[in-house]
């Protein structure tokens, strides 16, 4: 009722603004006028009842807005990887069976979908929430393989933001690790994982304090919860070494920012420290500093990256070490590294760039048969013609250094897909 008493409002407005003319013109041309108004109002209409229909409302009132990419992924591979359609580093040894080690294929596995909760106050802020979810958990074993992909939580957090300090509660990156590189290759499991990227999303408490407003300053404080990259069983978790040590993972940061949206940069250093119980009833430690860096180079050019130094038993962030937590004799594997990304994007449709990532654990600290050195480089092209639509090809080069030497793969991932 409300949609028709506007558009009728509107075909007066109309008419009046059109009387005065109207006495001077003819029968056609004053009928030519009221079909166009009326096409104009019947357009109205059309756009308010969608935007009625595509209204989200939570039972408390809240504003919800859904999001998501739907999105196909093609792939090649030209040699043995980790993973097929996202990979990290080259398998040592390559496939001896006498099949060829390339391989192409497709997946949308790497499918989003997100939901937002905003508009609200509590504890006298503001009060805000964000689940993303993806297909990449797995598969269920069977002829469809991949194809038959497991529903995975990526992140899950909440948020409670006052003047000048911010609590975060849920799932999200590291503290001391929060960007990851520009991709539509590698979203299941971030670019240059295994290379530098300490991506692990994790359940933690994070409480940021900061002062400022054209340049920013802040200091942030977070507990994770302790962990190891275990495998668990299919439903019932078992601890790790890292939660049998009864103690959380502790992170800290501090960081300079300025600029808003597009023009946000900022730089940040941080540490990180975490605790592996040992069967001698002693702790091991997992340790880094770090450092990272978001620039805006002008409203086109951004610099993304971030690196780790003195770092040890890292695997539980999500691939250190070269996912390698500990070495001979339980020794943890010490390991430093990062990756680096400079893109373009001269208009809103087309982006470009390229970058580059290493991750090289201490060589004695390894066994044998250990990932000496993890080496990508990547590119890529992302086209937005408009409508959600994304087309773009990626390509990246990973090096993987063991004793015998350096093996090589070349990674060629083409997508297409519609965000909403």
Avoid at 381 to 408: D, K
Wanted: proline share 6%.
């Amino acid at each position: 009722m409300r949609t028709r008493w506007g558009a009728g409002l509107l075909l007066l407005i109309g008419f009046g603004a059109t009387a005065p003319a109207a006495a001077q013109e003819t029968p056609d041309s004053l009928a030519e006028r009221v079909q166009r108004l009326e096409e104009t109002v019947e357009r109205l209409q059309r756009q308010l009842e969608e935007q009625a229909q595509a209204k989200v409302q939570s039972r408390l009132r809240n504003r919800v807005e859904l999001s998501g990419l739907i999105l196909a992924n093609g792939f090649y591979n030209g040699a043995r990887v980790n993973n097929a359609d996202v990979p990290q580093f080259v398998v040592n040894p390559q496939d001896t069976s006498g099949l060829p080690n390339s391989h192409v294929g497709g997946a949308i596995r790497q499918t989003r979908l997100g939901i937002a909760v905003s508009g609200v106050r509590a504890l006298g802020g503001d009060l805000s929430a964000d689940l993303q979810m993806d297909f990449f958990g797995g598969q269920q074993p069977s002829g469809g393989g991949r194809t038959r992909p497991l529903l995975r939580v990526r992140t899950a957090a909440f948020r409670v933001d006052w003047p000048h300090v911010g609590l975060l509660v849920g799932q999200e990156s590291p503290l001391v690790a929060q960007l990851s590189p520009v991709s539509f290759a590698a979203i299941g499991t971030p670019g240059f994982v295994t290379s530098g990227n300490l991506w692990l999303w994790i359940p933690q408490v994070r409480l940021t304090f900061e002062a400022g407003s054209r340049v920013r300053f802040g200091v942030q404080g977070a507990a994770l919860a302790p962990m190891q990259p275990s495998p668990q069983p299919a439903f019932d978790t078992q601890p790790d070494s890292a939660e049998k040590s009864g103690r959380p993972t502790a992170e800290g940061r501090v960081y300079l920012g300025w600029g808003s949206e597009d023009t946000e940069s900022q730089i940040g250093f941080g540490v990180h420290r975490g605790w592996i119980a040992t069967i001698a009833d002693t702790l091991l430690t997992s340790e880094a500093y770090t450092a990272d860096v978001r620039l805006a180079i002008g409203p086109k050019f951004s610099l993304l990256g971030e690196a780790f130094f003195n770092g040890q038993a890292l695997a539980g962030l999500g691939g250190g070490g070269v996912g390698q937590n500990q070495g001979a004799s339980g020794v943890p594997a010490r390991a430093q590294g990062g990756w680096v990304q400079l893109n373009l994007r001269p208009t809103f449709a087309w982006e470009l760039g390229g970058g580059y990532g290493f991750d090289d654990p201490e060589d004695a600290d390894l066994p044998a048969t250990g990932r000496l050195k993890n080496v990508s480089y990547e590119g890529h092209l992302h086209w937005r013609p408009g409508g959600g639509l994304l087309i773009g090809l990626e390509f990246r080069r990973i090096e993987t250094t063991y004793q015998p030497g350096v093996i090589a793969a070349n990674h060629v991932n083409w997508f297409a897909g519609v965000a909403f």
